[in-house]
């Protein structure tokens, strides 16, 4: 196999890391913390070894058979999220190295759950480079989904193929791709950022609060989330750009193309939003029901976190494990469904259960009428070939990683309810679990460090869709 390509790409991807880390070195300059020093070591090395790689690799091919993108794609993220974990191990706030990557992977992989207890005090810096990770996570996994993905055919996910990936040159393509959703997705960044400041946020926490809102991964700058600011407005401008993250990205360089009807007639996105309205009206009847609020902040409370929890964000302006069994388990499965395809967000997608559903349908049909001849579709087209094998493997697969997740974080020492949440929102890569620990009002310094390195794994594997890690541990992957 030839790496020459492959070690280049991770090149690059370094090299933008390292110039990513001049904005919090700037940040911390600027009020004179020290932890620039930091910053400039780390900028340094990042790219010392980037630039090696891009060097000695210069100048070759980039036809990508399936064997070096499914190397590229895991092989890429691993590489970014170690580089990644420097400026937290050598900052002031003296993280051990396992704490430093735990950060790193929940950022760069948009989960969005933390270790650092006193975000309210910490630097500049550190709070930057947190939603700096998340920001290019964010965009590195649409760039991901709609171009490498497809060309791989994990999941299903041949059914969003698009010019980018109808043949093996998939790399100077999703270059172009990525250049039109980078454009959409720092001006969606900017827009959300003005919001935020119209509703009340200072310049810092609008700028830090936006990057990790269109990516969907819930990184704060306060030990409290969102119920440090406590104001609608605000809580209002989180939702929408929540909502706007979880929506195929795809549909919006069609809208800008001028088909503004592709991003209201596409069947993913109005069963993402049916689930989402399912959901807030039930937690909000539920709420009220309980006499726990009245329907104003019922309602708000409810669109908010709904919206947080199956978007995979994170943020949180309420302890919604303490809202009893029915919430609980609303906010478990919402964690499990995820947003579209396409998007920043996380979890199973709302895809797959369309097209479970539509082969769960047309079964039905042929029990009924044996002699008949059914086609499950989705999007009012028939599926292609193995399009519902894939989807069906993927559930599978996706069961199979969280009950095996869960079980050895129990045999870690976990409890029940921190065991399966920390699972599920680690393969999620929703952020906050639900309990006493890892809930909406705690954080994850406390776990032992196996159990943060078993969830680095599972948020790996999750963000990439299982299948791409996995596959590099068949024999039959390494021969020729």
């Known amino acids: 196999m030839d790496y020459r390509p492959l070690l280049y790409v991770i090149g690059v991807l370094l090299a933008i890391l390292a110039l990513s880390m001049t904005i919090p070195l700037l940040a911390d300059l600027a009020v004179g913390n020290e932890d620039w ?34 190397l590229l794609t895991a092989f890429s993220w691993i590489a970014l999220s170690l ?148 104001t609608v407005w605000v809580e209002i401008v989180a939702i929408v750009f929540m909502l706007m993250g979880g929506l195929p990205f795809i549909l919006y360089v069609k809208a800008l193309k001028g088909n503004w009807k592709a991003l209201f007639r596409d069947s993913q996105v109005k069963t993402f939003l049916k689930i989402v309205a399912f959901a807030v009206i039930s937690m909000t009847i539920y709420l009220i029901a309980q006499d726990r609020e009245d329907f104003a902040k019922a309602l708000r409370r409810a669109s908010f976190n709904v919206v947080s929890v199956i978007t995979g964000t994170g943020y949180t302006n309420g302890d919604y494990g303490a809202w009893g069994g029915f919430a609980v388990s609303l906010v478990f499965f919402l964690m499990v469904i995820g947003g579209c395809a396409g998007s920043t967000t996380c979890g199973i997608k709302v895809f797959r259960f369309q097209v479970l559903y539509a082969v769960a349908i047309t079964q039905l049909k042929e029990l009924l009428h044996p002699h008949g001849v059914f086609m499950p579709h989705y ?65 994850f310094q406390p776990l032992p460090d196996s159990a943060k390195w078993l969830m680095c794994i599972g948020m790996v594997l999750g963000r990439l869709e299982l299948f791409t890690i996995l596959v590099l541990f068949i024999p039959h992957f390494w021969r020729k």
């Not at 910053?39 to 090696?52: L, M, S, V």
């Not at 003296?94 to 929940?106: G, I, P, R, Y």
Request: proline fraction near 3%; hydrophobic fraction near 50%; include cysteine.
């Open 37 to 70: 020093k930091t910053f400039f070591f780390c900028q340094i090395f990042t790219a010392f070894f980037g630039g090696i790689l891009i060097l000695t690799n210069a100048g070759q091919g980039f036809q990508l058979n399936v064997r070096q993108a499914f």
């Open 379 to 443: 999007n009012g087209k028939a599926l292609p070939k193995g399009v519902a094998t894939s989807v069906m493997s993927f559930f599978f697969v996706y069961i199979l990683c969280f009950a095996a997740l869960a079980v050895s974080l129990s045999f870690i020492g976990l409890d029940f309810m921190t065991a399966m949440s920390g699972a599920i929102t680690s393969i999620s890569n929703v952020g906050p679990g639900l309990g006493d620990i890892i809930g909406p009002t705690g954080t």
């Open 83 to 230: 580089f990644a974990a420097a400026p937290f191990a050598m900052s002031n706030l003296n993280m051990s190295l396992t704490d430093s990557v735990f950060e790193a992977v929940s950022g760069i992989t948009t989960t969005g759950s933390t270790v650092i207890k006193g975000l309210d005090t910490a630097p500049p810096g550190i709070l930057l480079w947190r939603a700096i990770l998340q920001w290019l996570g964010g965009i590195g996994i649409i760039v991901m989904a709609l171009s490498v993905l497809p060309f791989l055919k994990v999941g299903g996910m041949q059914l969003f193929k698009t010019e980018s990936s109808e043949n093996e040159k998939a790399l100077p393509r999703a270059t172009q791709l990525a250049a039109s959703i980078g454009l959409i997705y720092l001006g969606l960044t900017i827009i959300c950022m003005l919001c935020y400041q119209m509703a009340g946020l200072s310049s810092f926490n609008a700028w830090a609060h936006a990057m990790t809102t269109i990516a969907t991964g819930g990184f704060s700058t306060f030990d409290a989330s969102f119920s440090n600011f406590d």
